[in-house]
Nanobody, 127 residues
Framework: QVQLEESGGGLVQAGGSLRLSCAPS????????MGWFRQAPGKEREFVVA????????YYADSVKGRFTISRDNAKSTVYLQMNSLKPEDTAVYYC????????????????????WGQGTQVTVSS
């Protein structure tokens, strides 16, 4: 089983930036997509953003549009999440997830369609 490894979390002041990375334990090929989800204390996990390996189509939660950008490096099977203009409400544990399937557009927003998950990285935004 391929493991996903996140990095790049930390503590930042409101208005600041962070970049998260997610890489598999071994390079993988094929279709599907990578996504980021987050879970704040006392709240349910929520979708943040996803990107399809083939074609690079992206999907964003409304709450992060214009502030977060997802990108991919196909050669490394790695995805990056650039987070700008961070707000205290962005504070959460961020999880990387992967699906090897090509889904319907609406399915990319649901964690239930992703088969592999990372351990999570903490992002804390202070006011």
């Amino acid at each position: 089983q391929v493991q996903l490894e996140e990095s790049g979390g930390g503590l930042v002041q409101a208005g600041g930036s962070l970049r998260l990375s997610c890489a598999p334990s071994r390079r993988t090929f094929g279709g599907g997509a990578m996504g980021w989800f987050r879970q704040a204390p006392g709240k349910e996990r929520e979708f943040v953003v996803a990107i399809r390996w083939s074609g690079g189509t992206t999907y964003y939660a409304d709450s992060v549009k214009g502030r977060f950008t997802i990108s991919r490096d196909n050669a490394k099977s790695t995805v990056y999440l650039q987070m700008n203009s961070l707000k205290p409400e962005d504070t959460a544990v961020y999880y990387c997830a992967r699906t090897l399937r090509d889904l319907e557009d609406y399915q990319y927003y649901s964690g239930g369609y992703y088969s592999d998950w990372g351990q999570g990285t903490q992002v804390t935004v202070s006011s």
